[in-house]
Every structure is written in structure tokens, then in C-alpha cells.
């Protein structure tokens, strides 16, 4: 059984993105956030621990899928901003219209569309 397999290993790599309502600083997604209330967040681990991925619901897999989808854009847009010598605080810093500019210009790098920051 490799270790992704386990729902609390592939689960905690993005546990900190689940309850929140901006998942993200530099990427506006859109859609039903948080993934999970922050109320009943606990609870929803507790569920799920020591479970095999494979074995949770649907719904549970759903959210997972969602906040990886999260992760990895989130990350990947970080990385493209301190390649290009921006990095985070001055993407932060630009007015909106620049803002705007340099994310789509890194989703038509990646070949994202607008329908990818609809989570």
C-alpha cells in the first residue's frame, strides 16, 4: 500500500485549504467556499482518519479533489510570479488591472480557462 493511498497523508497535504473561505492571496477562485465549515471541520477529519482514499464517499473525494486542484494552481501561479522576479508581495502590491494581467497571462501559459478558478 503506497502512503497517497491513506486518506490522512493525501488529505494533510492540503487540510489548511479545506475550511477556508480564500483559499487563496493571489488567485480570486470562485464557487462554493470553504470547502468545509470551519465548524464542522474537525468532525470531518475525525471521519475520515485512518481511512484508504479509495473507501470515502464521493463527496469526501470531491472536496479533496477540489482543494489539490487549489493547491497545485496556487502553487504553480507562485512559482511563475518569482520566476518572472515578482514573487507574492509584488504581485500584492500591483493594481488590479495588472493583477489581472499577469494572472491571465500565466493561465494562458498553462492553458487554463477562466472556468478554472471556479472551484
Not at 27 to 50: A, C, H, R
Amino acid at each position: 500500500m503506497e502512503r497517497n493511498e491513506l486518506s490522512s497523508v493525501r488529505i494533510g497535504k492540503v487540510s489548511f485549504l479545506i475550511p477556508e473561505k480564500k483559499p487563496s492571496e493571489i488567485i480570486p477562485f470562485k464557487g462554493n467556499l470553504p470547502l468545509v465549515d470551519p465548524l464542522s471541520y474537525t468532525q470531518f477529519l475525525d471521519k475520515i482518519d485512518q481511512m484508504l482514499f479509495n473507501d470515502l464517499s464521493d463527496e469526501v473525494k470531491e472536496i479533496v479533489f477540489k482543494a489539490e486542484k487549489i493547491k497545485y494552481m496556487n502553487d504553480s501561479f507562485e512559482e511563475y510570479l518569482n520566476d518572472l522576479g515578482i514573487g507574492t508581495k509584488g504581485f500584492q502590491a500591483f493594481e488590479n488591472e495588472k493583477k489581472a494581467d499577469t494572472l491571465f497571462a500565466w493561465m494562458n501559459r498553462e492553458k487554463l480557462d477562466h472556468g478554472s478558478l471556479k472551484i
